[in-house]
């Protein structure tokens, strides 16, 4: 009994000596375990509030991409990133990772030629002022306030929406064309696919050359003498008939190298279809460290 009763008196303490951005942390923590991400990202949202500590940031993102609240995921896990890296800490690239992973499933608009000390807000998040503001924001129709004037422009993803300021509302956006996207797949094995591309290819090339000399000589056989054709059957000197069959095994050999290439070929595109994408580092943090989860997709 006195065991039980100390043990409730130490977590007392514990639980009075926490300060209220630690204990909203922990909360956070708890709904997140259970799957109750908006819960979770309003306790870490408050907890970051009143304590900014990196590995709260790291969370933040993690449940606003739950949510698929990518947009502030991202500008999480850049803050996040930002701060590790001058503070010098290791992990600063898990976030850079996390950051990296859902850039390419957002848009972005760039705000051009406002004046300066101009108000500009872009999908009701307000932007520092400058002559060019950029944002990462959802996809879909995204409201942009410059000054008194209110813009709309419509951003896929991987697509970048251009909005100048001086420019009439009709004419004010033009969206920059995606860069092509491979999926993300494994660098290595894209190599490995480009080069049995590269080497089928020329194995093909150099079979169907050989298939033509092949054909070639045994042409000449038929034009010099050497053999004719008769009753469906070729009928040849012993010097020509040498000749025939050297020429009927090159054409052979050609037809094999050219298979060959045609499946070095296939076997590329196969290795380049069914390429992993990369390994995406994921973090798992507390307010004061971090794990690392791996994720690899196909």
Request: aromatic share 6%; with cysteine.
């Amino acid at each position: 009994m006195r065991v039980v009763l100390a043990s409730l008196l130490w977590s007392s303490l514990a639980l009075a000596q926490a300060s209220p951005g630690a204990v909203l942390f922990e909360e956070g923590r708890t709904l997140s375990q259970k799957g109750d991400y908006a819960g979770a990202c309003d306790r870490f949202e408050k907890s970051y509030a009143l304590e900014p500590a990196t590995g709260t940031l790291l969370n933040l993102g993690d449940c606003h991409e739950h949510l698929s609240q990518l947009a502030q995921a991202w500008r999480a896990f850049d803050e996040a990133a930002t701060k590790l890296d001058a503070a010098h800490d290791d992990r600063a690239k898990f976030a850079r990772l996390r950051r990296d992973a859902i850039t390419p499933k957002l848009g972005a608009v760039v705000v051009k030629g406002a004046s300066t000390g101009i108000r500009i807000t872009i999908g009701g998040r307000e932007e520092p002022a400058g002559t060019e503001v950029t944002e990462h924001v959802d996809p879909g129709d995204v409201e942009i306030h410059i000054g008194d004037s209110i813009r709309h422009v419509t951003v896929a993803a991987g697509e970048t929406s251009v909005v100048v300021a001086n420019a009439p509302a009709g004419v004010a956006s033009s969206p920059e064309p995606a860069m092509p996207d491979d999926g993300g797949r494994s660098h290595g094995r894209k190599l490995l696919s480009y080069g049995l591309w590269g080497v089928g290819g020329a194995t093909f090339v150099t079979g169907v050359a050989l298939g033509f000399v092949g054909r070639s000589h045994y042409q000449e056989q038929l034009d010099n003498g050497m053999c004719s054709k008769a009753t469906g059957s070729v009928v040849c000197t012993p010097a020509g008939g040498a000749q025939m069959n050297d020429a009927i095994h090159l054409a052979n050999i050609g037809t094999g190298v050219g298979v060959a290439g045609l499946v070095l070929v296939a076997a590329g595109t196969v290795l380049y279809i069914t390429a992993p994408r990369d390994v995406i580092v994921a973090p798992t943090a507390t307010a004061t460290s971090a794990g690392v989860t791996l994720v690899r997709s196909f």
